[in-house]
């Protein structure tokens, strides 16, 4: 697998007591993923980690191999990362939800008119935007390099995630006509 194939999902923070816990700072939704046998990566995907224990109460996690104080301090600060092949079968999606990944690089359309590609997406508060980068037709009109469109109803009305499209209402168009 390359480099490519994997995710973040977590980072390890400061060692927790003395028998090698560390603090976990979960970055995906679906903390039930880290659980006891189950396996993730560092230096994304060359070395594997095995979960001996994880209490979801304080988010400290034990791997196998590092059951001191001395060996944890070695993952201290260290990102863990997930193949995205591991992700789409452990982490269950509900009706219209999305993994980010999916998302990244999807087309940006309205009434087949290609707007931009999403770049990037932004948690705001309980919603999330879509940050789109502008196709060149627009950026020769003097339209912005980069436009945000909110991950709603009133503006993004389907999403075909195996043509990498999301089809955008009149309300978001606007918003690229008015940046």
């Given at each position: 697998?390359?480099?490519?194939?994997?995710?973040?999902?977590?980072k390890?923070?400061?060692?927790?007591?003395?028998?090698g816990?560390?603090?976990?700072h979960?970055?995906?939704d679906?903390?039930?993923?880290?659980?006891?046998d189950?396996s993730?990566?560092?230096?994304k995907?060359?070395?594997?980690?095995?979960?001996k224990s994880?209490?979801?109460t304080?988010s400290s996690i034990?791997f196998?191999?590092?059951?001191?104080?001395e060996?944890a301090q070695?993952?201290?600060?260290?990102?863990l990362?997930?193949s995205?092949?591991?992700?789409r079968?452990?982490?269950?999606?509900?009706?219209?939800?999305?993994?980010?990944?999916?998302?990244?690089?999807?087309?940006?359309?309205?009434?087949?008119q290609?707007?931009?590609?999403?770049s990037?997406?932004?948690?705001?508060?309980?919603?999330?935007?879509?940050?789109?980068?502008?196709?060149?037709e627009f950026?020769?009109?003097?339209?912005?390099?980069?436009?945000?469109?909110p991950?709603l109803?009133?503006?993004?009305s389907k999403?075909?995630?195996?043509k990498k499209?999301?089809?955008?209402?009149?309300?978001?168009?606007?918003?690229?006509?008015?940046?």
């Open positions: 697998m390359s480099e490519e194939d994997f995710i973040q999902v977590a390890l923070g400061k060692t927790v007591g003395l028998k816990f560390l603090r976990l979960n970055f995906s679906f903390s039930k993923q880290f659980k006891k189950s993730f990566f560092i230096d995907g060359r070395k594997k980690l095995i979960i994880y209490n979801h304080n034990l196998e191999g590092y059951e001191s104080i060996r070695e993952l201290v600060n260290t990102i990362y997930q995205i092949e591991t992700t079968k452990t982490c269950k999606l509900n009706k219209d939800e999305f993994f980010y990944f999916d998302i990244l690089g999807c087309k940006i359309l309205f009434q087949e290609f707007l931009g590609k999403v990037n997406i932004l948690e705001i508060g309980n919603s999330f935007l879509f940050e789109i980068e502008t196709d060149k950026l020769v009109k003097n339209y912005p390099k980069v436009f945000f469109i991950y109803d009133k503006f993004v999403i075909d995630i195996d499209n999301i089809f955008c209402t009149q309300d978001a168009f606007l918003i690229l006509e008015n940046s």
